[in-house]
């Protein structure tokens, strides 16, 4: 079978070694390959009522640092009791089975039989992409279901028409929603189930299928300004455009670098309150964490965009630059 190698010479994700590369300087990666068994994973043929074979396609899928590589087999022929997935190499997969929908966790360390009357009930999470307006996303947006309980797990739908998108067999759990348009990721600032509405972009999925309705803002606004300390302006200062909410966080916050008159530019600011903060040798902070950057929010600068602000937002009063 085909299996991959990581750096140092590992065949688990788990073990890679990361590799760090300066400005300038040069790496040698050696990889010592390694041959692994061929597995076998057999599944018996559901039947139908009257005894024959039952409509049955099971895909047998495995993600890698983010990206997943699938293997579909077709229906057994009429007669046979059995199904099997060959030259499969050892690690992690998932299983998926469409009738009734299951999905099944595989350690893969040696050949065996799937019980398919095992593994997780799954349900259809299904809904539509609006802007804070309540009008659908212009175009072809990509929507990316990301599980926050397992590292494994990651579904990817295209939506074509009307901004609808559907995921055919999800597991409970707690999951993360996340939307790309034009190769750029967009926020996403509320999501919607019933009458019940949440900040943020986790979704819970429970026992029955899911229907939701996702808000995505446009990050289509600039703000700029200065970074001065004493009325001089101060260059290589991080800045931050931090928003008001926590639940969005990751999703809204926004980060430059002064230049060498103070001067900075946030970019692609979706509608929302912030504070701007400036944080002398602050690079090495962790500026998604709200705890760390609590502190330097109330000598900030708060700012509000709305749908109506237009492209460019100019501060009318410098940003104070704070030291660590």
Not at 218 to 232: D, L, V, Y
Not at 248 to 272: H, M
Request: no cysteine; net charge negative; proline share 7%.
């Amino acid at each position: 079978p085909i299996s991959l190698t990581y750096f140092d010479s590992t065949t688990d994700e788990a073990l890679a070694s990361t590799i760090v590369l300066a400005g300038g300087n040069r790496e040698e990666a050696d990889f010592n390959l390694h041959a692994v068994p061929a597995l076998h994973l057999t599944l018996e043929a559901p039947r139908a009522e009257d005894g024959t074979n039952a409509a049955f396609t099971p895909m047998l899928q495995q993600t890698i640092f983010g990206a997943t590589s699938s293997q579909r087999l077709p229906s057994p022929p009429y007669g046979e009791k059995t199904i099997q997935f060959d030259g499969v190499a050892p690690g992690h997969y998932e299983l998926a089975l469409a009738d009734p929908p299951r999905i099944f966790d595989l350690d893969a360390t040696v050949s065996q039989l799937v019980d398919i009357n095992s593994g997780t009930p799954t349900v259809i999470v299904s809904g539509n992409l609006q802007t804070p307006t309540g009008s659908a996303l212009p175009g072809e947006s990509t929507v990316i279901l990301h599980s926050l309980d397992s590292a494994h797990r990651q579904y990817t739908t295209q939506t074509t028409y009307r901004s609808t998108f559907s995921f055919a067999s999800v597991p409970p759990g707690s999951w993360e929603l996340g939307v790309e348009s034009s190769n750029k990721s967009m926020p996403i600032l509320s999501i919607s189930t019933g009458s019940r509405t949440h900040f943020g972009s986790q979704v819970t999925v429970r026992d029955r299928p899911l229907s939701l309705t996702v808000t995505s803002g446009f990050g289509e606004t600039g703000i700029e300004g200065f970074a001065r300390i004493n009325g001089k302006g101060v260059p290589g200062v991080m800045m931050v455009l931090v928003p008001r909410s926590k639940s969005a966080w990751q999703a809204l916050i926004r980060r430059d670098q002064s230049n060498s008159d103070g001067s900075f530019s946030l970019r692609d600011a979706v509608p929302g309150q912030y504070t701007v903060v400036a944080i002398q040798d602050g690079w090495t902070l962790d500026w998604t964490d709200p705890q760390v950057l609590a502190r330097y929010l109330p000598a900030g600068i708060s700012v509000t965009v709305t749908g109506a602000s237009g492209k460019l937002i100019t501060l009318d009063r410098p940003v104070p630059v704070q030291t660590r």
